[in-house]
């Protein structure tokens, strides 16, 4: 029968001193410790192991013929070695050790030392050489998840925001007009600018206009621009928004409250790529992609005689629908840490996360403005806080525990602990409804062991 036995890596030492007697004991005391040995008498020598082998760990002395230690010292880190060095002299002097420190050293022995002094400080190099990687491995996964889990400056880790993001790369590449539907607050233009910044025209800046927020007599001139003397005031040329979006992204935010009269003439700029400012008696090319987005039914629109359906479909080539806060509650742990590390930043301050009942409490909340309202909560709460924990008193707007579908709790309970309950309850509910009744799987979701979860539905009589 083979066993798979874990392979042991021997860190090798070498040790370069000119009295053989300090050779010999060092690589006594040092082969007893478990490293392999090689010895030098100085430095010239030193140079030529190296050239055939690394070594981890480097002892060496300061007063060698030849090449002495401050000398080999110095060489080795121009070549950018990889290997530890730690210094040793009989004539050590703070001044010596601090040269040595700042051409590279680890750390510097005096002479004459005791045995357990030398595997001491080779100990402790190997535990700094530990956290090193470690850091570096944790640094690393980190910018692995970020990678995994962002897109532009949005972050998600579920499933059906993670397809909306690789719908986002690959459309990216193209310029095939994009309808962006949400309710308000889900990251409509978020989606839109990181599309734009993965795209070819990304060199340019994304131009954004909210077609809600312009008046309906301005809005024509806005997007078309106009020529002097179009009307009274119109003293000289002016560009529209479609010009300044040239050989770029031009994002129409809320479109559903463009006007009628303007509805044919975006039309005619999807279809023949060209505009009309106001004014002009000539039409002018423009090479523009262009990304809409809305809170609102276009279809119902449609059906209303409130939008034009040709314009619909024109806009509607590749619909991205971002779906609400609530129908995702398992990206709002990523997102409160997210927006906490993005406040830290802004408030100089240290919070680490968020306490366990206040999360249960962010899972239970309906969202109605969605991220941007979890973000709003999130700074409120820093700016309340006083710990590195946000706890459930910073949340207390968020505390409903009338939350549920049949309405049957009191809107008059304000026990903390039987709200927490009602809540718990309604998470363990709603995770083993997601599961298909898959207790593990809930387990996982709730982020709580098997046996918790079991002992908290027998406790909440709960039968699913």
Same mark, same amino acid.
């Given at each position: 029968?083979?066993?798979?036995?874990?392979?042991?890596?021997?860190?090798?030492?070498?040790?370069?001193?000119?009295?053989?007697?300090?050779?010999?004991?060092?690589?006594? !005391?040092?082969?007893?410790?478990?490293?392999?040995? +090689?010895?030098?008498?100085?430095?010239? #020598?030193? @140079?030529?192991?190296?050239?055939?082998?690394?070594?981890?760990?480097?002892?060496?002395?300061?007063?060698?013929?030849?090449?002495?230690?401050?000398?080999?010292?110095?060489?080795? %880190?121009?070549?950018?070695?990889?290997?530890?060095?730690?210094?040793?002299?009989?004539?050590?002097?703070?001044?010596?050790?601090?040269?040595?420190? +700042?051409?590279?050293?680890?750390?510097?022995?005096?002479?004459?030392?005791?045995?357990? /002094?030398?595997?001491?400080?080779? *100990?402790?190099?190997?535990?700094?050489?530990?956290?090193?990687?470690?850091?570096?491995?944790?640094?690393?996964?980190?910018?692995?998840? /970020?990678?995994?889990? *962002?897109?532009?400056?949005?972050?998600? +880790?579920?499933?059906?925001?993670?397809?909306?993001?690789?719908?986002?790369?690959?459309?990216?590449?193209?310029?095939?007009?994009?309808?962006?539907?949400?309710?308000?607050?889900?990251?409509?233009?978020?989606?839109?600018?990181?599309?734009? &910044?993965?795209?070819?025209?990304?060199?340019?800046?994304? !131009?954004?206009? &909210?077609?809600?927020?312009?008046?309906?007599?301005?809005?024509?001139?806005?997007?078309?621009?106009?020529?002097?003397?179009?009307?009274?005031?119109?003293?000289?040329?002016?560009?529209?928004?479609?010009?300044?979006?040239?050989?770029?992204?031009? =994002?129409?935010?809320?479109?559903?409250?463009?006007?009628?009269?303007? #509805?044919?003439?975006?039309?005619?700029?999807?279809?023949?790529?060209?505009?009309?400012?106001?004014?002009?008696?000539?039409?002018?090319?423009?090479?523009?992609?262009? !990304?809409?987005?809305?809170?609102?039914?276009?279809?119902?629109?449609? +059906?209303?005689?409130?939008?034009?359906?040709?314009?619909?479909?024109?806009?509607?080539?590749?619909?991205?629908?971002?779906?609400?806060?609530?129908? *995702?509650?398992?990206?709002?742990?990523?997102?409160?840490?997210?927006?906490?590390?993005?406040?830290?930043?802004?408030?100089?301050?240290?919070?680490?996360?968020?306490?366990?009942?206040?999360?249960?409490?962010?899972?239970?909340?309906?969202?109605?403005?969605?991220?941007? /309202?979890?973000? &709003?909560?999130?700074?409120?709460?820093?700016?309340?806080?006083?710990?590195?924990?946000?706890?459930?008193?910073?949340? #207390?707007? @968020? =505390?409903?525990?009338?939350?549920?579908?049949?309405?049957?709790?009191?809107?008059?309970?304000?026990?903390?602990?039987?709200?927490? %309950?009602?809540?718990?309850?309604?998470?363990?509910?709603?995770?083993?409804?997601?599961?298909?009744?898959?207790?593990?799987?809930?387990?996982?979701?709730?982020?709580?062991?098997?046996?918790?979860?079991?002992?908290?539905?027998?406790?909440?009589?709960?039968?699913?």
């Amino acid at each position: 029968m083979a066993y798979n036995k874990e392979k042991i890596i021997v860190a090798k030492v070498l040790v370069v001193d000119d009295e053989e007697n300090m050779r010999h004991m060092l690589s006594s !005391v040092l082969r007893h410790a478990g490293f392999h040995v +090689k010895t030098a008498a100085n430095g010239r #020598q030193a @140079f030529s192991k190296m050239e055939s082998e690394f070594f981890d760990y480097i002892l060496c002395d300061i007063r060698m013929p030849e090449m002495d230690g401050m000398k080999f010292l110095s060489a080795t %880190k121009k070549i950018s070695n990889a290997s530890t060095i730690i210094m040793m002299s009989a004539y050590g002097t703070i001044d010596l050790a601090i040269e040595a420190l +700042k051409l590279g050293a680890y750390d510097f022995i005096s002479k004459p030392f005791k045995r357990d /002094e030398v595997i001491l400080t080779i *100990r402790k190099a190997q535990e700094r050489n530990q956290l090193k990687r470690e850091n570096v491995q944790l640094k690393k996964r980190i910018k692995n998840i /970020e990678e995994k889990y *962002r897109f532009g400056s949005m972050v998600a +880790k579920s499933q059906i925001m993670k397809a909306i993001f690789d719908l986002g790369e690959k459309v990216s590449q193209y310029n095939t007009t994009i309808l962006i539907i949400g309710e308000s607050g889900t990251g409509k233009e978020l989606v839109a600018r990181a599309i734009h &910044n993965a795209s070819p025209r990304s060199s340019n800046t994304l !131009v954004p206009v &909210n077609c809600g927020a312009i008046p309906e007599t301005l809005l024509e001139a806005e997007l078309f621009g106009y020529v002097k003397g179009a009307f009274t005031g119109a003293d000289r040329n002016q560009k529209g928004l479609f010009e300044e979006a040239e050989d770029s992204t031009l =994002f129409l935010d809320e479109i559903g409250e463009l006007p009628v009269s303007l #509805q044919v003439k975006l039309l005619r700029v999807l279809q023949e790529n060209d505009i009309r400012p106001l004014g002009a008696t000539q039409s002018k090319k423009v090479d523009v992609r262009v !990304v809409a987005a809305t809170s609102r039914d276009l279809k119902q629109m449609v +059906k209303d005689g409130m939008f034009r359906e040709d314009l619909y479909y024109r806009l509607n080539v590749l619909p991205i629908e971002i779906p609400s806060l609530r129908k *995702r509650c398992e990206d709002i742990p990523l997102l409160c840490q997210y927006f906490i590390s993005n406040f830290n930043k802004i408030f100089n301050r240290n919070v680490k996360g968020i306490a366990a009942e206040a999360m249960t409490v962010l899972l239970g909340y309906k969202w109605p403005g969605n991220v941007r /309202e979890l973000e &709003n909560a999130i700074e409120r709460a820093i700016v309340l806080s006083t710990g590195d924990l946000l706890e459930l008193e910073q949340f #207390q707007q @968020f =505390f409903n525990p009338i939350d549920d579908d049949n309405g049957k709790e009191s809107a008059d309970v304000y026990s903390l602990k039987h709200a927490q %309950k009602i809540l718990e309850k309604e998470m363990i509910i709603k995770a083993l409804k997601a599961t298909n009744g898959n207790r593990t799987q809930a387990s996982k979701l709730l982020q709580i062991s098997h046996p918790s979860l079991l002992s908290k539905i027998k406790a909440y009589h709960i039968d699913l």
